[in-house]
């Protein structure tokens, strides 16, 4: 069910990352992430607005908002102890946001889409240093193929006056997956103690505050006005459902955040495609090559982690 629940996370997480395209391009980067946050904190206050006033109605169901006696493995977390990971979390995301969404902004979806694919790459290597996992030989020819991939993907983007070395906005994409690297880690850690739509509901929730305080204080240095675009809630609707599914999928107890992780990062396919549909971008022939390559590299990784 987790597998399943984790394709369907990396499908939305495609036509996430189009809408994010389409919204910010030529538009006010800090303004389109907040009203994503606005968005979706709408989407689910009516479940911590029900899980609170009329609890029965959704008890025993993923849809409950609120905390779960019991729930989770060890020593259950307090109000205010879950609250506080929540906000960490809240933190970390929107430091990956903020950097991949200006990082959107001035490259193409079709080099984007691929160096996020990356993301994995470093969860599994977090999982190692942190969890003390180990890699057998299929994963290590995985992790290999993938930064191969990653390689060629830069050369690939040089034709377009992309040099991965010098150019800013790469630096940012790769802080920004960096962070998300990081989030895939820390999610593991507390779904086992924290049921998942509190996460995503309280989460939502505070993004709402911590993103609006930033708009608040950056707005006096910047010039770039904002556009309405229809795109705009679309990023929240698709992220939700993603989401919604991530975390449902990691709160099984043999779920593999390492696998979850690579399975989403088939979303790539998505966008890429898009890339070409949509946004007409150049030199799709080589990214194609670099694209397939890095689906090889995470597919091997998936395949040494279920062999392990």
Same mark, same amino acid.
């Given at each position: 069910?987790?597998?399943?629940?984790?394709?369907?996370?990396?499908?939305?997480?495609? $036509?996430?990352?189009?809408?994010?395209?389409? *919204?910010?391009?030529?538009?006010?980067?800090?303004?389109?992430?907040?009203?994503?946050?606005?968005?979706?904190?709408?989407?689910?206050?009516?479940?911590?607005?029900?899980? !609170?006033? *009329?609890?029965?109605?959704?008890?025993?169901?993923?849809?409950?908002? @609120?905390?779960?006696?019991?729930?989770?493995?060890?020593?259950?977390?307090?109000?205010?102890?879950?609250?506080?990971?929540?906000?960490?979390? !809240?933190?970390?995301?929107?430091?990956?946001?903020?950097?991949?969404?200006?990082?959107?902004?001035?490259?193409?979806?079709?080099?984007?889409?691929?160096?996020?694919?990356?993301?994995?790459?470093?969860?599994?290597?977090?999982?190692?240093?942190?969890?003390?996992?180990?890699?057998?030989?299929?994963?290590?020819?995985?992790?290999?193929?993938?930064?191969? @991939?990653?390689?060629?993907?830069?050369?690939?983007?040089?034709?377009?006056?992309?040099? $991965?070395? !010098?150019? %800013?906005?790469?630096?940012?994409?790769?802080?920004?997956?960096?962070?998300?690297?990081?989030?895939?880690?820390?999610? %593991?850690?507390?779904?086992?103690?924290?049921?998942?739509?509190?996460?995503?509901?309280?989460?939502?929730?505070?993004?709402?505050?911590?993103?609006? *305080? +930033?708009?608040?204080?950056?707005?006096?240095?910047?010039?770039?006005?904002?556009?309405?675009?229809?795109?705009?809630?679309?990023? *929240?609707?698709?992220?939700?459902?993603?989401?919604?599914?991530?975390?449902? @999928?990691?709160?099984?107890?043999?779920?593999?955040?390492?696998?979850?992780?690579? +399975?989403?990062?088939?979303?790539?396919?998505?966008?890429?495609?898009?890339?070409?549909?949509?946004?007409?971008?150049?030199?799709?022939?080589?990214?194609?090559?670099?694209?397939?390559?890095?689906?090889?590299?995470?597919?091997?990784?998936?395949?040494? @982690?279920?062999?392990?």
């Amino acid at each position: 069910m987790w597998v399943f629940l984790a394709f369907v996370s990396a499908f939305f997480l495609g $036509f996430y990352d189009i809408a994010k395209k389409k *919204s910010l391009n030529g538009n006010a980067v800090l303004t389109v992430l907040f009203c994503n946050t606005i968005f979706g904190a709408l989407i689910f206050s009516p479940f911590v607005i029900i899980s !609170t006033a *009329s609890p029965q109605i959704v008890e025993g169901t993923i849809f409950n908002a @609120s905390l779960i006696a019991g729930y989770g493995e060890g020593t259950a977390a307090t109000p205010l102890q879950a609250h506080l990971m929540v906000i960490l979390k !809240t933190f970390i995301v929107l430091g990956s946001w903020i950097m991949g969404y200006f990082a959107l902004k001035h490259l193409p979806i079709t080099i984007a889409g691929p160096v996020n694919a990356i993301r994995p790459v470093l969860v599994l290597i977090g999982a190692v240093l942190i969890f003390s996992e180990r890699l057998n030989l299929i994963q290590w020819l995985g992790v290999g193929i993938s930064l191969l @991939s990653l390689f060629l993907l830069s050369l690939s983007g040089r034709k377009e006056g992309i040099d $991965f070395r !010098t150019n %800013k906005w790469v630096f940012i994409l790769f802080g920004a997956v960096i962070m998300g690297a990081v989030s895939g880690l820390y999610d %593991k850690f507390i779904m086992k103690m924290l049921p998942p739509l509190f996460v995503q509901s309280r989460f939502n929730i505070y993004q709402v505050v911590v993103m609006g *305080s +930033i708009l608040l204080i950056m707005n006096r240095h910047t010039s770039v006005k904002f556009e309405w675009r229809w795109w705009i809630p679309l990023i *929240s609707i698709f992220i939700s459902i993603a989401d919604f599914a991530y975390f449902y @999928s990691l709160s099984f107890d043999d779920a593999l955040i390492a696998v979850i992780s690579m +399975i989403r990062r088939g979303s790539v396919i998505v966008s890429f495609a898009a890339g070409a549909l949509l946004f007409r971008e150049k030199n799709l022939k080589a990214k194609a090559m670099d694209l397939g390559l890095i689906l090889l590299g995470l597919g091997l990784l998936c395949w040494g @982690s279920l062999q392990g």
